[in-house]
Nanobody, 122 residues
């Protein structure tokens, strides 16, 4: 049974920082892509960042490059991943619900959590 525990969302001022955490478990052994996508009201879903746990490669959307950093615990135990998203230099346009997601490869997600709200406002 796939499970997600997401935390770290909240309110930040423009230019501020937040750190999202996600503990994901219960996946088949060939699921290597874990990351985050976001969705703001009235906007399409956007893949934000992802890390491939097999080779360590990472993906960032152009809109967050240089500001967001994804990292993960470097062990995979009992099909459990822990991944983090450090968000710096936040902008109001980063406001969205952020979802932790897992797939066989990055950006092709089959499962995701309930999401955590991130609001950037002064």
């Amino acid at each position: 049974q796939e499970q997600f525990v997401e935390s770290g969302g909240g309110l930040a001022q423009p230019g501020g920082s937040l750190r999202l955490s996600c503990a994901a478990s219960g996946f088949a052994l060939d699921y290597y892509g874990i990351g985050w996508f976001r969705q703001a009201p009235g906007k399409e879903r956007e893949g934000v960042s992802c890390i491939n746990m097999r080779d360590g490669s990472t993906y960032y959307a152009d809109s967050v490059k240089g500001r967001f950093t994804i990292s993960a615990d470097n062990t995979r135990d009992n099909r459990r991943y822990t991944v983090y998203l450090r968000m710096d230099s936040l902008k109001p346009e980063d406001t969205a619900v952020y979802y932790c997601a897992v797939g066989r490869v990055c950006q092709e997600y089959d499962f995701w959590g309930q999401g955590t709200q991130v609001t950037v406002s002064s």
